[in-house]
């Protein structure tokens, strides 16, 4: 009888396993991507890391109407990267999506913006565009939205975006909005330069 229920048991633990799902081979079991690593992937690309005011969004269309895309125009407070020489007192940013009329468009956990908004990007030039005009390199996973003033100021990413950040085989738990200081921002940057990324 003992031998019975052990093999019984057996069987039930065979089954069990059977029924898990497949894992990637390779892939992370570990919790889902972190702040180190959300800043790390956006700032790879990213010629231009700045905080600073939406001064204007219009939504245009493109495309013969398929698309809209947003411009922005942004005066840039604190550059982080790509000042250059002399930074420019205004950015033109170029967010895919938007909203044109009784049209939206949303891509890739990109927000709204609108005037007032204060941001920090993580941009690249767009391809075949002046200096001033810039992409995102992570779509929604490379504007965070400021809160709170000076020192103690934070960046906020929405959860939306974290999931957007995250990788095929990496894990897809809920995640809840990753925040950072500006304070903190620099030391992230110096790491992400010290992993490979890009100066």
Known sequence: MVQGMLSAR??????????????????????PVGLQEVVRRAAAEASVVCTGEVLEARAVSVDQGRKILTLVRLAPTTFFRGAGEAAPAELEIVLPGGDLGELGQRVGAVPRVEAGDRLLLFLRPRPG???????????????????????????????????????????RAEVGELRLTLAELPRLLEAEIGEGGRP
């Open 129 to 171: 565009g002046a200096r001033a005009r810039l992409d995102l390199t992570l779509l929604g996973a490379s504007i965070w939205r400021l809160r709170g003033e000076g020192a103690g100021a934070e960046a906020v990413l929405e959860p939306d975006a974290v999931r957007l950040a995250t990788r095929p085989g990496e894990p």
């Open 10 to 31: 057996l069987h039930l633990a065979a089954l069990a396993l059977a029924l898990l799902p497949a894992l990637p081979v390779g892939a992370d079991t570990s919790s």
